[in-house]
Structure formats: C-alpha cells, structure tokens
C-alpha cells in the first residue's frame, strides 16, 4: 500500500462538538471519550475486532438523552471510513462476520459500494441498557452506512440478553469491516465491473 489510511473529522453544531480520527490499518488501539458510556464500551469492542486504530473526543448534550451525540458520532465515522478509503483501489469490498456472545448470535454483512442502505433485522428485548437508549443502536447504524456509502445488513438470528445482543452486533461490524476494507493483491483496480465505487 503506498498511501496512510487514515482520516480525521470534525463536526462542529449547536447539539455536539466531535473530533474523531480512524485508522483503517491499525492495531485496534482506542481512545475514547463519547460522553456516552455504553456507545463508548461497544465502539471498544467494534475499534478492537476491527484492527483499526479509533480516537474520539465528543461532547454532547447528553443532559437531554444520548440521541444527538450517538447519531452524530455515526455520522463522523462513515465519513471517516469513506474518506481514510479513498478511490478503494484493491479492497476486497465485501465483508460477512458472524458473532456469538453467549446466548446471542449476530451476523453483519457488509458492501462498501458506495450505495448506502441499512437492513436491519434485530429484535431487543430491552429498551435501555442502563441508562442508554437502545434504539439509537439502529440510529447509529442508519448513519453510519449513510455516510459510508455502504450496504449494511445486521442480523441477529437469536438472542435473549439485550446487552449481548448489541455487544455482538459491534464486535461482527468490526470483523465484517476489516474483512472488506483488506487488500487483496489480486483485485487491480477496483473489484467493480462500473469501474468504479
């Protein structure tokens, strides 16, 4: 590979204040402070299972509940992905990761094709872990594959703890991205029949 990738971001609004940057080969080192402890503890787990290196210093206002400043954190993060990717040149585009923790079993599936959409099939039996919304799971993701511009399908196949649910959805997005944002000396160019993605 001869270029770094690698991406920062800020976003700046009258509900949040983000600085995020993402290393796609990293060493799965994090260093995060999202204001938001859960969404902290499984963006750990996605940087960890990922490989990729993640540091994000967000303020929000959490006084409210979480929703601003989980949404907006999965925005700063597709467009990290987007950004430290580039032209994709040699990735291998496709990702598929299946996850067990304990009694939940999860799988992500991913396309980095530059067509966003977010397939979402999760039942949680929880409407908050702790103090943290659980359906900001799926606000989450929504804007990450936006911003991404990638097709994202998260499936749960079975699952009875909410925690482990979630817990195992970030750690198979983690594993699924890396497998699509490898390179693989075979592909020239990109692995697109258009050309491009």
């Known amino acids: 590979m001869s270029e770094e990738r690698v991406s920062s971001i800020a976003r700046e609004t009258s509900e949040t204040s983000i600085n995020l940057s993402f290393g796609v080969d990293g060493e799965g080192k994090s260093d995060l402070q999202t204001c938001v402890p859960f969404l902290t503890h499984m963006l750990d787990l996605f940087t960890k299972h990922g490989k990729f290196d993640l540091a994000i210093a967000a303020n929000g206002d959490t006084e409210i509940d979480d929703h601003h400043t989980t949404e907006d954190i999965g925005i700063c993060l ?12 040699g990735i291998k585009r496709y990702g598929n990761a299946f996850v067990p923790m304990d009694d939940a079993l ?15 099939r999760v039942e949680l039996p929880s409407t908050r872990v702790g103090t943290f919304d659980t359906e900001l799971v799926h606000e989450f993701l929504w804007k990450l594959a936006i911003e991404a511009r990638m097709n994202l399908h998260v499936i ?26 490898l390179i693989d000396p075979r592909v020239k160019g990109v692995p697109s029949t258009k050309g491009m993605l």
């Open 78 to 89: 597709g467009e990290a992905l987007k950004q430290a990717l580039g032209s994709k040149e």
């Open 106 to 120: 999860a799988q992500v599936v991913v396309d980095l094709s530059n067509r966003p959409h977010l397939e979402y």
């Open 156 to 181: 749960v196949h079975y699952g009875h703890n909410t925690h482990h649910i979630i817990e195992a959805i970030f750690k198979a997005l983690g594993r699924a991205l890396d497998e699509a944002t």
